[in-house]
């Protein structure tokens, strides 16, 4: 079956760096997406990943490594306004986004 | 503002309603989805329009019925819907269906309590 898997929840301290990390297993690999989505909001888009490696977005980065079917998306210089659900998302042979049920970041001053 | 509206943001209805949610997207997309989501689970793709043809219905009840008039908008209309069916449920649009780099966008949710 196809599966995501991402930490349910994290805390993190303002100013930090925070690491979050999703295995992925999917029929079929088209790149994996991240997005934020605060509370009550819609997710919002961040980053996606086809390739193996780092790609570095301000304060945000997101790795991926296709053989070990693995991402994580880090986060530096920490602020009160990331406090937010983290959504992994892993798009298939037929292009469906198969998703995590997201890691809740709770960031602390 | 993600360019994806959607009405009402919040819906309570008994279970013999008869209610319909509305999606309009302002981005020039030609794919459109329902997503229910649920407290502490993975967003469900519920169904997806590429051109305004439906390519995917997830094995979804028949009290939802999705209806696609055009590229622009979504409707998702409900009918004897039961108290598990209480979510958020979202709807998003992407350029087309069968790209790698096809980015979702999303509205911001319409929060559904079934009583």
């Known amino acids: 079956g196809q599966n995501i898997d991402q930490p349910t929840e994290m805390t993190a301290t303002e100013g930090a760096i925070v690491q979050i990390n999703c295995t992925y297993q999917?029929?079929?690999?088209?790149?994996l997406f991240w997005y934020q989505q605060h509370a009550g909001e819609a997710p919002t888009f961040l980053s996606y990943?086809?390739l193996d490696g780092l790609e570095e977005k301000g304060r945000f980065s997101s790795f991926l490594s296709r053989s070990k079917g693995y991402s994580y998306l880090l986060l530096k210089e920490l602020q009160m306004k990331d406090s937010a659900s983290y959504l992994c998302?892993?798009?298939?042979?037929?292009?469906?986004?198969?998703w995590g049920a997201g890691t809740k970041l709770i960031i602390k001053p | 503002e993600t360019g994806v509206t959607q009405t009402p943001r919040h819906l309570v209805m008994g279970m013999t309603n008869k209610k319909s949610l509305k999606c309009e997207q302002h981005?020039?997309?030609?794919?459109m989805y329902w997503y229910k989501q649920s407290a502490k689970k993975p967003l469900e793709l519920m169904f997806v329009?590429?051109?305004?043809?439906?390519?995917e219905n997830n094995s979804v009840p028949s009290r939802f019925s999705p209806e696609c008039p055009n590229s622009s908008h979504l409707f998702l209309h409900l009918h004897t819907l039961q108290p598990e069916d209480s979510a958020l449920y979202l709807c998003?649009?992407?350029?087309?269906?069968?790209?790698?780099?096809?980015?979702?966008?999303f509205g911001p949710g319409t929060r559904l309590t079934v009583l």
């Open positions: 998003a649009s992407s350029q087309r269906l069968g790209s790698g780099v096809d980015t979702q966008y």
């Open positions: 981005l020039g997309h030609n794919a």
């Open positions: 329009y590429n051109f305004k043809e439906q390519t």
């Open positions: 999917t029929s079929g690999f088209n790149g």
């Open positions: 990943n086809v």
């Open positions: 998302a892993a798009s298939d042979s037929n292009y469906q986004l198969i």
